[in-house]
């Protein structure tokens, strides 16, 4: 894999916010996805930029899986329009595939091969030659931090070098677009923060990245722009900042009592927003320290307190509401 040697931001290239239609990698249009009668995406627009990171966020069954398969040209498209990479899935499938690398949910290794070797098989598919793949494998290894593992056979591997192993397996024919279904799941947040490293120097030597996660700080990390989905529609649009100026506010008071919530009744008349849950109650204010000082003066003491800033989950929680869903 090659990578600039130039921060293209520094060499004035157009950020993803700047850059024209033109320069979308994916763009939908009313894209719709049937299994039969039930409707798994129902008619989301979004367009993804060249050099962007952008996520999907959602509960289970919100859709953002399917929307991923058809991306990565794995599920047909049943209505609306969808073009990846200037092509179309549904004529061009072999030749986006072939320019696009692929993170699924489950790592799909081949456990009785070294680590070195399943780089250089799997670049086999792509009829490069052998000295090239073994280059490009070098330099993967040393990206996903697995030089010194090279040798070594896949099985006893931690998760999270397993799943460093995936991406980087992902990345041997260079592609312009990688798709990441999920990529830390079930990771330690050791390895979550690694390989959130990883993903961030890809992004930033100019790779496009595309994510679905059920990690609110992950989106938050990596994700420039991102959009929630609930139902198989789109819920909500924009970058972290923005998603939590809209649908949030600035501070969150958590107050937890030991005998029920009764006795904060007043203190949710000092709030336009409130949540009382079975262990708490939220106030959502944009000044959590004056809320709490309020809280403190005109009625009994909470047993515990904390005040913090909105984030990203919040969001998530006020769009596709608190309810597990199966």
């Given at each position: 894999m090659s990578f600039p040697a130039v921060d293209q931001r520094q060499a004035g290239a157009p950020s993803p916010a700047q850059a024209g239609a033109t320069d979308h990698l994916v763009v939908a249009r009313g894209l719709t996805k049937r299994f039969g009668d039930f409707v798994a995406v129902d008619g989301v627009d979004f367009e993804i930029g060249r050099g962007e990171s952008f996520g999907f966020l959602g509960p289970n069954g919100a859709?953002?899986?399917?929307?991923?398969?058809?991306?990565?040209?794995?599920?047909?498209?049943?209505?609306?329009?969808?073009?990846?990479?200037?092509?179309?899935?549904?004529?061009?499938?072999?030749?986006?595939?072939?320019?696009?690398?692929?993170?699924?949910q489950e790592d799909s290794l081949d456990l009785e091969l070294t680590v070195l070797d399943n780089l250089v098989v799997y670049g086999r598919y792509f009829d490069l030659p052998k000295r090239e793949i073994r280059e490009r494998a070098a330099r993967l290894l040393e990206l996903a931090q697995l030089s010194e593992r090279a040798h070594d056979k896949v099985e006893p591997l931690s998760g999270g070098m397993k799943r460093r192993l995936t991406i980087a397996r992902a990345l041997v024919s260079d592609p312009e677009l990688l798709i990441l279904d999920e990529p830390t799941t079930g990771l330690d947040p050791q390895a979550r923060h690694l390989l959130w490293d990883r993903l961030y120097r890809l992004k930033r030597d100019g790779v496009t990245l595309?994510?679905?996660?059920?990690?609110?700080?992950?989106?938050?990390?990596?994700?420039?722009?991102?959009?929630?989905?609930?139902?198989g529609?789109?819920?909500?649009?924009?970058?972290?900042n923005e998603l939590i100026a809209r649908y949030a506010t600035r501070d969150v008071?958590?107050?937890?009592?030991?005998?029920?919530?009764?006795?904060?009744?007043?203190?949710?008349?000092?709030?336009?927003?409130?949540?009382?849950?079975?262990?708490r109650v939220l106030l959502y204010t944009d000044d959590g320290d004056?809320?709490?000082?309020?809280?403190?003066?005109?009625?009994p003491q909470p047993e515990r307190v904390l005040v913090r800033r909105a984030t990203l989950e919040d969001v998530f929680l006020r769009l596709t509401g608190r309810t597990l869903v199966d």
């Amino acid at each position: 894999m090659s990578f600039p040697a130039v921060d293209q931001r520094q060499a004035g290239a157009p950020s993803p916010a700047q850059a024209g239609a033109t320069d979308h990698l994916v763009v939908a249009r009313g894209l719709t996805k049937r299994f039969g009668d039930f409707v798994a995406v129902d008619g989301v627009d979004f367009e993804i930029g060249r050099g962007e990171s952008f996520g999907f966020l959602g509960p289970n069954g919100a859709g953002k899986t399917s929307t991923m398969r058809m991306i990565a040209c794995m599920s047909p498209v049943s209505g609306g329009s969808l073009r990846v990479l200037g092509m179309d899935p549904s004529t061009q499938g072999p030749e986006i595939r072939a320019r696009i690398g692929l993170v699924p949910q489950e790592d799909s290794l081949d456990l009785e091969l070294t680590v070195l070797d399943n780089l250089v098989v799997y670049g086999r598919y792509f009829d490069l030659p052998k000295r090239e793949i073994r280059e490009r494998a070098a330099r993967l290894l040393e990206l996903a931090q697995l030089s010194e593992r090279a040798h070594d056979k896949v099985e006893p591997l931690s998760g999270g070098m397993k799943r460093r192993l995936t991406i980087a397996r992902a990345l041997v024919s260079d592609p312009e677009l990688l798709i990441l279904d999920e990529p830390t799941t079930g990771l330690d947040p050791q390895a979550r923060h690694l390989l959130w490293d990883r993903l961030y120097r890809l992004k930033r030597d100019g790779v496009t990245l595309v994510i679905t996660t059920h990690y609110m700080d992950e989106a938050e990390q990596l994700c420039d722009r991102l959009v929630v989905m609930d139902h198989g529609r789109v819920a909500a649009e924009g970058t972290p900042n923005e998603l939590i100026a809209r649908y949030a506010t600035r501070d969150v008071v958590e107050l937890r009592t030991g005998d029920g919530h009764g006795q904060l009744a007043r203190a949710l008349e000092l709030v336009e927003r409130a949540e009382v849950l079975a262990d708490r109650v939220l106030l959502y204010t944009d000044d959590g320290d004056r809320t709490l000082a309020e809280v403190q003066r005109t009625g009994p003491q909470p047993e515990r307190v904390l005040v913090r800033r909105a984030t990203l989950e919040d969001v998530f929680l006020r769009l596709t509401g608190r309810t597990l869903v199966d």
